[in-house]
């Protein structure tokens, strides 16, 4: 993205207004900095003509990473996104002042595991700020992390954390200047928390297998795995918009019973009448969303009344992604060759999101389909580990994993999977943390069964996981 913002403060990325030894000093010991303040009214006018403009998350976060980096005079910035369950993180969006763009982070592992970062995992949880002047600051208090600086080529550090919508921190490697003066990046973090999720519903909206297929007025796009999402040639409803709405489990039953009509009665019941007695429930619902979303499907209606109740209109070409799931079931059923298969599975990884209806999953009408379909797709995600198990290719088998975990959890099998790849990948010092964070997630049958598997296909594993091993079938706990 081309920022005119630039311009405004070239100077500044250049070395701006230079603070005085005497500022300088005030700023260290009061924690305001009159340069700095200055420095950042500059900054922010040049950028209101910028966030006034349609951007969209993507770009706006690469606003914001330029912005940090040029005002802190860093030589790299990036938001680092945490997943908690799974303990790592990883760089979801940065800007490198050297090469002048989102290049190669050649230096960061596949994911960083948080555990091995103390003073980070601390500041998560207490939603502190990170100011590391030099690496002479952490080599007796953080010796785990030293090293890890080292191989990041970072000898300073600023980093603010952020939580709405996702988790992780707003990060300028080797600032050089203004590093007694956060309340920029705060700024700046506050905004990566208005837009992260957005950016991650941009990036999972972008479906080739189905949305793609929306070339005419009539074509609308239903996705309910990771939560309900409507897209249409005249616009979009996202997931976090729609989930807010009464009417996402009524769109949501209709989805998954295409075909008949249910009465008011009907869906009313399927909803165990926890919305409402009243059988002028379902039409208000439906009304109000006609009313809100006027226009998005064309001269039609999404839900149309008939003389046996209401049903999705069948005057409009609709796709679903629990029918192309199902679809792709029944095709996998009939390939037998290997690379025909694997290319089917890794539609399958794509096409599904996570839960199906999460907000609601648990509710009688949707959770013996949800149990299915999860079932299904960690069957099919187990079949796809094996085929890239015999072709040794366990790079993808470690990236297809995580994702698989992140869409599901509770499962033994993905975590052995993780662990077969990090071993023979020759990263065998994070088996124990990897480990470890299976243990919170399992129960302890599903622990016990996760180490017994990797012990059988590596007899000769290192006595840590053994002791796991022991401690989980003992009752033990580790000092």
Partial sequence: MKIIGELAWSGMAEGGRPPSEERHNACRNSGFC??????????VMSLASEFRRALDSRETLDLVVR?????YGGDWCGILNLQKDLDAWTPLHWYNAVTGGMTETEHFYEYEVITQYPQWKKAIEERAIIRIRDLDQVASAYPMELQHYYRLQVRSVIAVPFYRGSTGFLVVRNPQRYMDYPAFMMQMAYIISSEIREYHLLQNSQNQLLADQIRNDHDVVINLFGGLEIMTKFGRIPAHE????????????????????????????????SCSDDSSYIKHQIYRFRQRYSGLFGKEE????????????DRLHIMTDVEEFDRLQRELAHISNRSARVHLLERIMRLYKGAMCPNYCTEQWAIGRFAQYEADFLNDMGQLMHELDGSEDYRTIRD?????????????KMYYWLIVSQIETHKSSIVPTDLRAAKKILDPDAYRSLVEHLQRRYPDLSTEVKYESECNATGMRRR
């Fill in 242 to 273: 729609i989930a807010s709405h009464k009417i996402a489990p009524i769109i949501s039953i209709l989805t998954l019973r295409r075909g008949r009509p249910l009465s008011s009665m009907a869906i009313d019941s399927a909803l165990n009448q």
């Fill in 34 to 43: 009159a340069d700095a303040a200055l420095a950042m009214t500059d900054m």
């Fill in 67 to 71: 912005s940090a980096c040029a005002f």
């Fill in 302 to 313: 999404l839900i149309i009344s008939t003389p046996g109740g209401y049903m999705l209109n």
């Fill in 400 to 412: 297809y994993a995580v994702e698989a975990l992140e869409k599901s959890h509770h499962n033994e």
